[in-house]
């Protein structure tokens, strides 16, 4: 049964959890996979933009760090979220389209769109808040890069028998 994925706002001043390294639609990995001990990868020397709390991924808490540029970790590569979204089970699939979505989000609203000041987290909330300006800014989420990615599923090689894009969405 793949790991269950539920998307929840975890506060970022918590320590301890799992992290996904993020930019521009390719993820941080290395023989593990994508998900790295976050107070570990932390102490790494990365240029982070932003950091959120993404959910749970089979009971664990996941964030996100959204970085600035691709950076050389040894032992790790980057990966492309197309190619990841494919490999991985429903619960990765899910997990990985979300996590995209909210870092390309998160590098767009660093700052405001009015004032160009430095916009903050909003505690408990998936926003950021520019407090010059009292406008928060929440993520749009698209379902439509999903059904995107599906679509290229189903040209797979026959013989591959891992689930089919369909059934991802349940
Ligand atoms: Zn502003």
């Given amino acids: 049964m793949p790991a269950r994925w539920q998307p ?40 982070i933009l932003a950091e959120h709390g993404l959910g749970y991924f089979a009971g664990d808490p996941i964030y996100l760090l959204e970085l600035q540029q691709p950076v050389e970790l040894a032992g790790c590569s980057w990966q492309g979220l197309r190619q990841l979204m494919l490999q991985g089970d429903a619960g990765t699939f899910k997990m990985l389209g979300f996590a995209s979505q909210i870092g390309t989000w998160a590098r767009q609203h660093r700052f405001c769109g009015s004032c160009a000041g430095p916009m903050q987290p909003v505690p408990g909330e998936r926003a950021m808040h520019c407090p010059i300006c009292a406008i928060q800014h929440y993520p749009r989420l698209s379902p439509s890069m999903i059904v995107l990615v599906t679509r290229g599923a189903e ?9 089919g894009g369909r059934h991802l969405l349940d």
């Fill in 8 to 47: 929840a706002v975890l506060d970022s001043r918590e320590p301890g959890g799992w992290v996904l390294a993020h930019c521009q639609q390719h993820f941080l990995a290395d023989s593990n996979g994508v998900l790295f001990p976050r107070e570990w990868l932390k102490r790494q020397d990365l240029p």
């Fill in 155 to 163: 040209s797979r090689p026959p013989g591959d028998s891992s689930a």
